[in-house]
């Protein structure tokens, strides 16, 4: 049973009183009783909106389905006119731009890679937030970005073969992006600070500088014998260090020990799809790290390679100007925090008629008081300078559910003695109705929006469940290739620049979902910076620094300037559903069952009984691939789809799910910690995972959190 606090109408969890009143409320001007006085009333008035505009969704897609029910043979004039006369497709009004102001400028004008994390999880979170500097010999040595080829293996000791290869590859990174007036960086003996401006010597003793000087932003060390280099191109940062006592530096010609790149400019530490946060407990743990990012001293202490580690946020980085005045760069991450959307509910408090209150409001509430710790700091760990809060909030569908998040936030900052409009938002385009709607959903937060970004897995699931009455959906592999997907894709960045993002903030692409397939990263994720994305999502730190050199390759401000005359995108092919055209085999319709049995079960099974939101989960073919909600929102939807047009029936789709534990579990067995799914087939995972294929069709919105988070309040209580 939750120990509870009552506060005024509400009943709070302990623990999360306790976080109140012992570390969130000090020193920040808001005193606990008022926090709870002023959330009580947010409650009040925020809880009768958020409930109509979640019924509003459910008769939209009740009248949606009896559309398709009735209309069989479909017309995509008549289909369009009715989602007008509905309402779920609002009529844009006249043109503007974007009106936000005190917006940071890893946001506003630093195109790079962005890393999402679990803020659930301590030490992730410290590791993204750290991951704005990261070291490129370490990338790739370390990844399939060097070949093993020609005694180039990774594994055991350093290998000097391997090392050579990764030297090579980046000095031919930096002879592509910073190339000298002569010579190449293969030939440099020694660098040096002359009369204001960088000076190399050549193995030939001549001296060459930068083909462009202005690239030179400054160093570190005494100028004749410098120990950092500092470079700047397409306003990101490489630091060439120098170290000639160092293992590497020493057999280097210039002494270069590592090239560290300024990788993972902005980070949103997530408390939504990446984490399995279901009860007060689990909030409390939540709110507790991002208070510790904002203050600055979160803390983890951890064993590896059987040593006692404690991680901690990097200080700024310091360094001398051409002229050698000195100045920092920061050390971490521009950090934004993603809140709940406004479906679920949380048990962590109770409303004065004993309900659970709706988790978004508490996000608001608690990531935004929190925040102000940041904007009140005189320390050295600093997130905003220019006194802002990032809120990313997921899976709102069209205007109206915009307009009470930007309500909500002006509450918040009332409550808690902010400017207005301090907390900004990104509005996460994942939603049918928000993608159509993209502009007027812009429009509602024109004075908060510092965020726009695709997300093609939410995205996916929430077209499958949309038109789940039209037919059967094509294959899961196939639905990238579908026309829909390149429209919503290029409709999110026009609609952003058209309402005036460049230089004032981010329009964002989706994840890279194969950590450890690195080289296919890079091969391949040129395409989010080409499209005019100024920030992607990247696994990990190693992968943010490896697609940071894609933003030196690429200049997006010069390629949004070129988008900004292109016709734009054609709302037809938005709204063309990917319906299965061809008849399949038995043994293709088993094939694409086990795939995502296989995926459900292999993130469900550690969702439910570890508590663990977004880990590496092996396929079916065993590569690992990040996981999270969204990707088992798509194969549940997938399945639902099929079972209800019959492509498959119950007893298959269970026959299915049982192969396919027995794999899971056989994937698993190096986890001491796992259970087992077979052959009993009766635990909580088990269940949660067939449930979201046997009911998907009648979950709302598709989404998978009311039975994850049921299932895991079993589990824990177990």
Known sequence: ????????DLQVSEVLDKLISEKVCVNIGVEPDKFWDSFNEIVKEFTPRNKALLEERDVLQAKIDNWHKENKEFDKETYKA?????????????????????????????????????????????NAANARWGSLYDALYGTDMISEEDGAERGGAYNEVRGD??????????????????????????????DNNLEITLKDQSKVTLEDNDKFEGYSGDVENPSGILLKN??????????????????????????????A????????DSVAAVDGEDKCTVYANWLGLMQGNLEETFEKGGKTMTRKLNPDRDYSKPDGAS?????RSTMLVRNVGHLMTTPAILDGDGNEIFEGIMDAMFTITIAKHDLLSEGKIKNSRTGSIYIVKPKMHGPKEVQLTCDLFAAVEKAVGLEPLTAKIGIMDEERRTTINLKECIKVAKERVIFINTGFLDRTGDEIHTSMEAGPMIRKAQMKQEPWILAYENWNVDKGLQTGFKGKAQIGKGMWAMPDEMLGMYENKTVHPEAGANCAWVPSPTAATLHAMHYHQISVPSVQEALLARKEANMDEILEIPLLKEKLSAEEIQ?????????????????IDQGVGCSKVPDINNVGLMEDRATCRISSQH???????????????????????????????????YENMAPAYDGDAFKAACDLVLKGRVQPSGYTEPILHAQRLVKKAD
């Not at 049973?1 to 005024?8: H, L, Y």
């Not at 400019?265 to 939504?272: G, H, L, R």
């Not at 069952?593 to 469900?604: E, F």
């Not at 298959?652 to 899971?664: G, N, P």
């Open 639 to 673: 399945i639902a789809n099929w079972l209800h047009h019959g492509l498959c029936d119950e007893a298959q789709v269970m026959e299915t799910m049982k192969k396919m534990a027995v794999v899971v579990d056989e994937q698993n067995s190096g986890d001491p910690i």
């Open 165 to 194: 290869k990764v030297i090579e590859f980046s000095k031919d990174f930096l002879n592509e992006n910073f190339p000298l007036s002569s010579g190449t960086y293969q030939e440099i003996a020694a660098f040096q600070i002359s």
């Open 591 to 607: 094939a694409e069952l086990d795939n995502n049995a296989q995926g459900i079960l292999g993130y469900v099974v550690r969702w």
């Open 82 to 126: 009715f989602l007008k006369e509905i309402g779920y497709w609002v009529e844009p009004n006249d043109d503007f731009e974007i009106e936000t102001s005190n917006v940071d400028e890893e946001i506003s004008t630093i195109a790079g890679a962005q890393l999402v994390v679990p803020v659930m999880n301590a030490r992730f979170a410290l």
């Open 265 to 272: 400019v902005t980070t949103i530490q997530d408390c939504e």
């Open 1 to 8: 049973m939750t120990n509870r606090i009552q506060k005024g």
């Open 327 to 331: 100045f920092t760069l920061p050390g």
């Open 234 to 263: 397409n306003n990101l940062h490489i630091e060439i260090q120098i170290d000639r006592e160092d293992s590497v530096g020493k057999d280097d010609l210039a002494g270069i020990k590592d090239i560290l790149v300024e990788s």
